[in-house]
């Protein structure tokens, strides 16, 4: 009996030896599968990341901010313009109408062009060709290679002609949901106020009824003087919106997306003493590139559907 009870243990303890065993294989075959699992989706987030960050014309609009379209210095200033914020802000999404007032060298151009999309239009009011100004002539001319060197990304842009001066249309009357300007008002006011007003007028004209104004401005220190020709770059919010008032808009909201506390607005060399410009050179210039880029009023201004 003594036997068969220790034969019958032992077979017993063999067959639980088998089931552990078999157990932890299956354990670790199912560890296995699921590693494998969590590495192929782990593979295929970093991948969807990459695709997304790549993208242009398609993608979101983080994809488009960081796409390969855009060089790397133009993806170093997304710390200071807030591009992504500022778009959105302004309420600016596919598919729409937007003109764009002095795009200079396109740094907000080869966002918003494929961020509109194919079903989108985006009017780029730049300098006259005709000018008798060289730089202008020259600015235009980088900007139009921008545009032939992408075709397709830039399919939907069409390039008008902006003269604060003339009375001549920025874009069809009426026609855009959003106009919108970075960094431009204190050019307009070379030629004084009337001229800035004048800028005003057309980007009022161009907006369709309970469509939007968004600008982006150098903001000068309330304790600081204004002048008449901004010629520090830097303009006080007030003067701003008086302004857009004037020539009809209504001030709807206003953001401090691009504040930057750490600027004085008053320097030397102006808004351009800070970077990207740095106009006095390597004289204090780790101070002005800790301080970064201006800081920026953000104003988000509506048409009147009923005048």
């Keep these: 009996m003594k036997t068969k009870i220790k034969t019958l243990s032992l077979a017993v ?6 089931t552990a065993c078999g157990d932890q294989k299956e354990q670790a075959e199912s560890e296995q599968e ?7 989706e782990t593979n295929k987030a970093e991948q969807e990341v990459k695709t997304e960050k790549n993208a242009t014309t398609g993608s979101s609009l983080l994809g488009i901010i960081e796409g390969q379209h855009r060089s790397d210095a133009n993806k170093a200033r997304n710390q200071y313009r807030n591009p992504a914020e500022t778009i959105k802000f302004f309420g600016i999404r596919p598919g729409m109408t937007v003109v764009e007032v002095s795009p200079g060298g396109g740094w907000y151009t080869e966002v918003l062009a494929p961020w509109l999309g194919a079903e989108g239009k985006l009017y780029a009011a730049h300098f006259d060709p005709n000018s008798e100004v060289e730089y202008y002539r020259n600015s235009l001319k980088g900007f139009q290679e921008k545009l032939e060197a992408n075709p397709d990304l830039y399919s939907n842009v069409e390039l008008t002609v902006f003269d604060a001066t003339s009375s001549t249309p920025i874009a069809p009357a009426n026609s855009a949901d959003v106009v919108v300007t970075f960094r431009n008002v204190h050019n307009w006011m070379r030629g004084g106020r009337d001229d800035a007003l004048n800028a005003f007028k057309l980007m009022h004209d161009a907006v369709k009824p309970g469509g939007y104004l968004g600008v982006v401005e150098h903001r000068l220190a309330t304790g600081l003087k204004q002048d008449e020709q901004a010629s520090s770059g830097y303009m006080h919010e007030k003067y701003v919106i008086d302004l857009a008032e004037e020539a009809g808009f209504k001030l709807l909201e206003r953001s401090q997306i691009n504040a930057n506390p750490k600027d004085t607005t008053d320097h030397p060399k102006g808004v351009w003493t800070l970077p990207p410009s ?20 953000t104003l988000k201004f509506v048409k009147p559907a009923t005048e």
């Design 34 to 40: 699921t590693s494998q699992l969590v590495a192929v």
């Design 13 to 18: 303890l063999v067959s639980l030896g088998i």
């Design 278 to 297: 740095l106009r006095l050179g390597d004289e204090n210039r780790e101070t002005y590139l800790e301080i970064g880029e201006s800081d920026r009023m």
